[in-house]
């Protein structure tokens, strides 16, 4: 693909580079099948933040996507999902993830449980490779994208991905007005 939010990157196709991804998110990417169209490029780790890498990479802001693990209690019973957003707004998390999660409350997990439960690291964790069950909330203006960047589960690359096929992930549901 010829990616236009590529900026100074150099992108390989993600299904043969295995070497920049965490180990839960290239077992998923296996089993992606639009699979094809996942690019991959690797980034100083040191750059991994959205804006540092944007600024640094020339990639745009409003083409960059975050992904974070929300938790939140019901009846004793812990409660996680990832909420996928534009990188130019924030998840609504006390509304929509609440309510999605039918918690209480609900709030951003500790960086050491979402690293933990994810097998990725803090700052490149991504929908692809997320536990069994958990939901994947994309919004809908996240699955309109024709193309973004992403978390690769570690900090020293970038996943590039049409929105189409993060909203076709396991366990993913678009939701509208998730990004505030």
Partial sequence: MNW???????VEAATSRSDLLAE????????????????VAAID????????????????????????????????EQRFAACLVLATTRADVNGVVRRRLDVRKASFAPMDTAVELTGMAYGGITPLGLPDGWPVLVDQAVADAPELVIGSGIRGSKLLVPGSVLAGLPGAEVVEGLGR
Avoid: M
């Fill in 24 to 39: 839960p998110v290239a077992k998923a990417l296996a089993l992606v099948p639009d699979a094809g169209l996942v690019g």
């Fill in 4 to 10: 236009s939010i590529a900026g100074t990157l150099s």
């Fill in 45 to 76: 780790p040191d750059l991994a933040d959205t804006a540092e890498f944007c600024a640094h990479y020339g990639s745009p802001l409003t083409a960059s996507a975050n992904c974070v693990v929300v938790a939140g209690k019901r009846g004793g």
